[in-house]
């Protein structure tokens, strides 16, 4: 079988395989979050932290549930790494440094999980479990309930209450992500990935000097990694390592893994909403522009341009051979398009127009179908923006899941929206003019400035992929990201849960004659176009400066 259909039909078992799961999970997860029943072992913690998870909270007691856990996640993992060199099981390696240390610390609480060092020689198992992987289901956690408090906000009427963020937490990490990473860490164990606590082991010698491997429990970290699209490599190679993803099946699985919440909190938005059509028709936007993605990314990665490419049967070059051209191409649409930031494959090696298209993937706001709940969230702020336009060219006060989006609701959204491009563009302008920042650049020219915008970006709109040609690891970017890191997080949450807060308050507003059908697929069309142009007109010049200049050369 060639490499092309060995990709198409990769793409059709995964499109088949999240079909399956995603009513049962979309359901499960929906009564998961409006259930006043708490388990046993959720009693016990809610006793340990001093919670009353049946406190109804408005959303600035929310927030700050959000931020004040947070930041005490940031504080903790901050001082294991700074501990590490007298903690057991740190495997002889020595305290992080302060700036690497605050760069990790922020990076795997806001869900980024970008790295800017080498985790098989600098993390020990403490480390790497108590800390590393805890944040990933807790960071994970959290985005789904920000999210669910919105789409609280819209079900619920002249209340200002969302819920409980701490019983929101504990639901989505005891109910929903352990169960299912658990599932996930048997299979990739039953692939051959590891799972072990040992230490560092001699395998023999390479290029005169020895090679040395150290294990973990790699297995388990790898599944949480990307059920809750953290995407933190147990391994600097990260997903293209053969001991966190050895198989083409494995590698299909964790693309499933990635998807799988976040598409199928649709369907927990439209049952907690009280119209399955509204969670159908976000659903179509996600799987359209996902679907256009994936397939301009195969077509740009299998086009011949050449000989080399030919011979090759596509752009092999940073690519897996046991993946091939196909799965990898899958893979990094999937973790750009999420806020997810696992690589199976090195993304600086993509053709340009593949690369900008990883870049644009992060840009749309990583919306379709996006994070465990930032992707949600995400896009239902652009459902109001598409109502909002809607409404000037007909001249009616616009109106979303039977609630009016007036002045104050589109001014949250509108802020929300310019966070994360104000944050990229601002920083990368100070990068390409400052004289330091550009000496970290392995290439010059457009390729230079598109390993600079790829970073920003994937830090700002807490991705955590990295364009692999970038020295990351200097005061400057360990510092400047972990801001973009900090402030792409948590400031848009503010403007989610206000807008939540706001709706929630809002009495309903009777459906008549002119009001806009947003449960069509012409309302899906227009929600597909508003992101594409806010998009494009946001990121254009940069993106003309770098992968367009490049893959256009």
Known sequence: MGPVPAGVLQLLALIA??????????????????????WRVEKWIYKGIGADPDTQMRWPAYLRGVLAFSVVGVLFLYLLQRLQGVLPGSLGFKSIDPDQAFNTAVSFVTNTNWQSYYGEQAMGHVVQTAGLAVQNFVSAAVGIAVAVALVRGFARSRTGELGNFWSDLVRGTVR???????????????????????????????????????????ASQEAIKELGTNGGGYFNANSAHPFENPTPFSNLWEIFLILLIPFALTRTFGLMVGSVKQGYAILATMATIWLGFTALMMWTEFAHHGPAFQIAGGAYEGKEVRFGVGGSSIFAVATTLTSTGAVDSFHSSFTGLGGGITMLGMMLGEIAPGGTGSGLYGMLIMAIIAVFIAGLMV?????????????????????????????????????????????????TGAHGFSEILYAYTSASNNNGSAFAGLNADTQWFNTTLGLCMLLGRFVPMIFVLALAGSLAEQKPVPATAGTLRTDKPLYAGLLVGTIIIITGLTYFPALALGPLAEGLA
């Open 176 to 218: 929903v992500l352990v169960p299912i990473a658990t599932i996930g860490a048997i299979v990739l164990v039953a692939c051959g990935a590891l799972q072990n606590f040992s230490g560092i082991h001699e395998v023999g010698q390479f290029m005169g000097g020895h090679q040395q491997w150290n294990g973990g429990a790699v």
């Open 395 to 443: 001249g009616r006060t616009p109106e979303y899941l039977g609630k009016k989006i007036g002045s104050r609701e589109i001014k949250l959204a509108a802020c929300y929206i310019l966070v994360t491009p104000a944050l990229v563009l601002v920083f990368t302008a100070f990068a390409m003019a400052l004289p330091t920042p550009g000496n970290s650049m392995t290439n």
């Open 17 to 38: 395989a999240l079909a399956l799961a995603y009513v049962p999970l979309g359901n499960y997860m929906a009564r998961v979050y409006s259930s006043d029943k708490h």
